[in-house]
């Protein structure tokens, strides 16, 4: 099994103190190679908790300091994972997905690159779980953007979730 990791560079104490029940709970109990990018927040964590849980870790640098140099980063890495068995990006968004953020070949995230990650993930066939940092009730999926309604391969876990 291959994880890619997605989500914001800016984590508060309480979204890493519920981050790390997510993986304490669901994610670090897979037999899994993880991958994951080079920057600050949800990176970083999930660099320290690769240590933490053993697992074997593949991080992705960015290759210069211009958006698309980001976006080419993540990009990397979902095409990575793309071709193996068992692939998954686990996202955990902060916002809602931007207006006109799509599944394609280079789909514009808004300046979101979790979900410019997720939807990049989609158009090349990868399995995603979603944890969603923001407040969700269970079953409502109305926050998804429709290119993800009703995907049999999109799963939302979290311990938001009422």
């Not at 809602?96 to 990049?120: D, F, Q, R, V």
């Not at 066939?125 to 926050?143: A, E, R």
């Amino acid at each position: 099994m291959q994880i890619a990791f997605t989500g914001p560079r800016k984590l508060t104490k309480a979204q890493e103190g519920l981050i790390y029940k997510d993986f304490a709970y669901f994610i670090s109990n897979h037999a899994a190679d993880w991958h994951v990018g080079d920057a600050a927040g949800l990176d970083d964590f999930v660099r320290r908790a690769a240590a933490c849980y053993n697992k074997t870790l593949t991080v992705y640098e960015v290759a210069g300091n211009q958006r698309w140099h980001f976006a080419e980063r993540s990009k990397r890495m979902i095409d990575a994972i793309a071709p193996l068995p068992d692939s998954w990006l686990y996202a955990f968004p902060n916002k809602l997905c931007p207006e006109g953020c799509k599944p394609c070949k280079n789909p514009n995230g808004g300046g979101s690159g979790t979900w410019l990650t997720i939807a990049y993930a989609k158009y090349r066939g990868v399995q995603i779980y979603l944890f969603p940092q923001f407040q969700t009730k269970s079953g409502d999926k109305s926050w998804l953007p429709q290119w993800l309604q009703d995907e049999p391969e999109t799963k939302q876990l979290s311990l938001f979730a009422e």
